[in-house]
């Protein structure tokens, strides 16, 4: 046995070892913290390319906020740019996946193919941050689209919005508080040394404008406070019934001011997940303030479009999608 250990052991040194490859890398003066990662793209069909998991923030103590780009290989001319905010209770969900459509990217890349930049939100879940952080990472997407409004072919005063469920929340929020103070962006800093953040202070330069032109909603909530749902505890912190004010002041069937941009509310009749009085609510209250507000009731459906049968779920999703997709449209050509 001893003899077969010491012939197994010659034949393993006998073996030539593979030279290694030299240990080289490149070394920055300082501490390096930019995110130097190939950002590779996606082709869709009707020449539409698609960048993944764009950082648009960077905060200290969060995960980075990051949104997924679609746009039109052709940014020759300035375009109108869509960004899309995704439901699940603000406690899940993400920025891939709606209700029954199986393939929510390759629908966010037909709307690109229409002529739309369409970007598609990671915002900060309840279990991550208390609000205001989810409508913060909102308009922190907004800004960014418009500052890179070059790079990708935006036309900046042509931004408009679209959510469904905790997502419509979010989007009716984001467009019924225009330049509101107490939903400003965190600043981007967590890829910065002390000494700059440090440098920073005292300085401010002039945010790019977060209001947007238009919003689609989608059986949203607007009035938290009147919503019997965990969701809303976990998202506030506190329970509605309690902290009211704060409840109010999240919801955007109160935050109505005089200059709200055009709004397409789409709910199923039997939604038991969020009521269709929410959306009948919103309607009225946005067009008691004058601004142009149309509701499409679909009967018969629940919550994320869903009917009783495999067709009639079907029929429901196409039907938001042409007419959501006809009023971006609509918007765009300024009609």
């Not at 300035?78 to 209770?89: D, E, N, Q, Y």
């Not at 990217?105 to 879940?125: E, H, K, T």
């Amino acid at each position: 046995m001893k003899r077969l250990c010491l012939s197994v052991l010659a034949m393993l040194l006998a073996v030539p070892v593979a030279a290694q490859p030299p240990v080289e890398a490149e070394i920055a003066e300082k501490s390096a913290r930019e995110d130097v990662f190939p950002q590779a793209d996606v082709a869709f069909p009707s020449d539409v390319v698609a960048w993944p998991q764009v950082e648009i923030s960077n905060l200290d103590g969060f995960r980075p906020v990051r949104m997924d780009i679609y746009a039109p290989r052709d940014r020759s001319k300035p375009r109108p740019a869509v960004l899309w905010i995704h439901g699940g209770g603000w406690s899940r969900g993400d920025a891939r996946t709606s209700g029954a459509y199986a393939n929510w990217p390759a629908v966010l890349a037909s709307l690109a193919a229409r002529g739309f930049v369409v970007a598609s939100l990671d915002y900060r879940l309840s279990g991550e941050a208390k609000f205001p952080a989810q409508i913060q990472d909102v308009k922190a997407a907004i800004r960014h689209l418009r500052t890179q409004n070059g790079a990708l072919g935006i036309d900046p005063s042509r931004v408009y919005l679209w959510g469904g469920s905790a997502g419509g929340h979010l989007a009716s929020l984001a467009a019924v508080t225009c330049g509101a103070a107490e939903y400003e962006p965190q600043p981007s800093t967590g890829r910065l040394s002390r000494s700059q953040i440090n440098a920073l202070k005292g300085t401010k330069a002039p945010p790019a404008d977060d209001c947007v032109q238009g919003a689609a909603l989608w059986y949203g909530v607007f009035d938290l406070e009147h919503v019997p749902s965990v969701n809303v505890t976990g998202l506030l912190g506190c329970d509605p019934a309690v902290c009211r004010d704060v409840a109010r002041a999240a919801s955007p069937l109160y935050r109505i001011g005089k200059k709200v941009p055009p709004m397409l509310l789409i709910h199923g009749t039997k939604d038991e997940t969020v009521d269709v009085s929410q959306s009948k609510a919103m309607t009225t209250a946005l067009q008691g303030a004058g601004a142009k507000a149309e509701l499409l009731l679909i009967p018969d459906v629940d919550h994320g479009l869903t009917g009783s049968t495999s067709q009639a779920t079907r029929d429901a999703s196409l039907l938001a999608l042409r007419r959501t997709f006809a009023f971006f449209e609509s918007l765009a050509a300024g009609r």
